[in-house]
Structure formats: C-alpha cells, structure tokens
C-alpha cells in the first residue's frame, strides 16, 4: 500500500516505478539481469504480461523474449525492474513502464510486429500472472520433466460483500479475480492431465496442496488447521515474523517433499527433516494416522476455501478504498 500511495501522490511516477525502488532498497541494489548466474546454477527466468500485445514478455540474463515482437540479447535492464514487471499487479502496480533500444532487437520466426519500432522501444508490462500464473508457457515444450510449485493463494469467499455491492470499481476488481482464478485453474488442471497421460513427467505442488491427495504412505506430516491456514498468508510487501518464515519454509519443504517422493524420485529415500526445526508444523505421523487421514481425504466433500474473518474484512476494506479513491478521481477531472 505505501508504494501504491507515493506512486499516485507524487508526479512523474507510478506505482509500479516505486515498486522497483523498494526492491532496490531492499537487497538487489545495483544488480542487473546480466549479474545473474551463468552456466552450472539454475537459470532464472522472470515472466510478465505485455499490455501492448497481450504475450508473454520474459526477463534472463541472456534474453528478454517477447514472441510478437523479437527476442532482446544480453540486456542490462536493472534486476529490480525485472522482479517489479513479474509482480506489477493489475490494477494497483500496473503497468510497468520498461523502455529498450529499438536496435537491441532481432528478429524471429512469428515475430509479426519487429517492424514497428514503438514496440521495440517501450514495453507495458504487468505481472505474468495475468497471462500464465504457473509459468508453463516458456519451458513445458522444451523440457520432459516439469516441477511447478505454486504459491498463489486460492480466491477467497467474499462473504461480506458491501464495497462490491456499492462501488463499480469494486465489483470490476472481483470479476478481474474471478477471471484470474479461471485461467490458473485450466492451467493447473491441463498440467496435471498432462501427467496423467505420460506427456509430461514431473509434479505439483501449491500452498494450499493437501498432504493427502499424494497418496503418499510417509508423508512428513498429515493436513492439520495449522497447514491450511498457510495458504492465506499474505502477500504484500509486509515483513514476516521469524515464526511466519519458519512454517512457510516447513510447509513448502513438506508439501515438495510429498510430491516429489511420490511422483518423481525413486527409490524413496524416505522423509526429509524439517529446515527450520523450532517451527515444525508436527511430529512425524504414524502409518495408522496417514492412513486415517486418507480415508478422511476420499470421503470428505472439500468445501470452497474461505479466508479467515480478518482477511475477508481487509479484503472488502482494500476494495472500498480502490472505489473511493477512483471516485475521488473521476470527480477531480470533471471539475477541473
């Protein structure tokens, strides 16, 4: 929120410029994508959404792709500008402004609009998200094993409904989150058909996975509230507390370890230890216990996750004060 105000309030600037600052100031500094790692080490890959073509823009070390358009060699765009355009949240931080030379672009099979030099100088760029929540696009055909972990929270029940029912914007911002958790929800499910038919090898994981749809017979730990209430962490910028980061760490160990055991590696090596042990989320279960878990799983009617009272209130409170600020808006420029 204090990046989404300063980015309104002050001129010359967005959100999502003031959303990169942040970044800078909170560790990546002066980093470049050219200062990520090379060769021997994982190759990390930002992804985010063009507004100008509605294609998927990616961000490396040696490349900035953006399939309408060309691919982009060795860029020095700053690291945080990158990890601002990956997180540029519709409508709040979006869009992020990226502008490149027009020179720097070549050519590609498909690349219909490289002869349009306003495409190759200036980008508008939002969270990937809004395109391929799961970041499949870039690697599923390229790749025969895919391990997707997925840390998006599930849509919540808005069961306390005014700001939607009063403010146009509002109920606009919903229907954009409805429309959002559709697309992640084909995707999802169009990826695990995928390893069900053998076109794939691979797994998934999410947040608000349960332990107990692995089938897996030595699970680090079985579904518990504590688990569950995880997927409703939150994600602004917002300073975790040391216990917060130790369960979130546990849980995404656990829930990895889960799916890779069952799915991926063979033979089973057996369960991990926790990382952070002084925030463990249970003792290791017994057979009887994962079993009863199992049979709990197949017969229980999973309901619509619902967040918690406090985040609902939030949720409508951020609702509202997008509805009044708009308002404010749209009054100031008819009487100016």
Not at 97 to 116: C, E, I, M, N, Q
Not at 202 to 209: F, N, P, R
Not at 265 to 275: S, T
Not at 287 to 294: I, L, M
Request: with cysteine.
């Amino acid at each position: 929120w204090p990046s989404f105000l300063i980015g309104w309030a002050l001129p010359f600037t967005s959100p999502a410029t003031v959303l990169a600052w942040q970044y800078r100031r909170l560790g990546l500094g002066r980093m470049t994508l050219a200062d990520l790692p090379l060769g021997g080490a994982p190759e990390f890959v930002f992804c985010a959404a063009s507004l100008n073509t509605g294609a998927e823009v990616r961000l490396s070390r040696s490349y900035i792709g953006h399939a309408p358009v060309g691919v982009f060699s060795n860029p020095t765009l700053p690291l945080a500008t990158a990890v601002a355009a990956s997180s540029a949240f519709p409508p709040f931080f979006a869009p992020l402004v990226v502008r490149l030379d027009p020179g720097g672009w070549r050519p590609k099979k498909g690349a219909w609009l490289f002869d349009r030099e306003e495409f190759r100088r200036e980008m508008l760029l939002v969270d990937g998200g809004a395109r391929d929540n799961l970041g499949l696009e870039g690697i599923w055909e390229d790749y025969e094993t895919v391990l997707v972990s997925d840390a998006g929270s599930p849509m919540a029940v808005d069961d306390d409904p005014w700001a939607v029912r009063h403010f146009n914007l509002s109920s606009a911002l919903r229907t954009l989150f409805i429309a959002l958790e559709q697309t992640q929800s084909i995707r999802k499910r169009w990826l695990i058909e995928r390893f069900r038919l053998g076109v794939l090898s691979g797994t998934y994981w999410g947040i608000s996975s349960d332990i107990a749809d692995y089938g897996l017979e030595t699970p680090m730990l079985v579904d518990s509230e504590r688990t569950r209430s995880l997927q409703w962490v939150r994600t602004r910028l917002s300073r975790f507390s040391p216990c917060e980061q130790g369960r979130l760490i546990n849980w995404g160990y656990a829930v990895a370890d889960t799916a890779m055991r069952r799915w991926v590696i063979a033979p089973d090596p057996g369960p991990g230890e926790w990382p952070v042990p002084e925030h463990g989320l249970g003792p290791a279960p017994s057979p009887a216990r994962v079993a009863a878990a199992r049979r709990g799983q197949r017969v229980r009617q999973k309901p619509r996750e619902t967040a918690p009272p406090a985040a609902a209130g939030w949720y409508s409170l951020a609702l509202a004060f997008a509805g009044a600020a708009a308002a404010a808006l749209l009054a100031h420029l008819l009487m100016s």
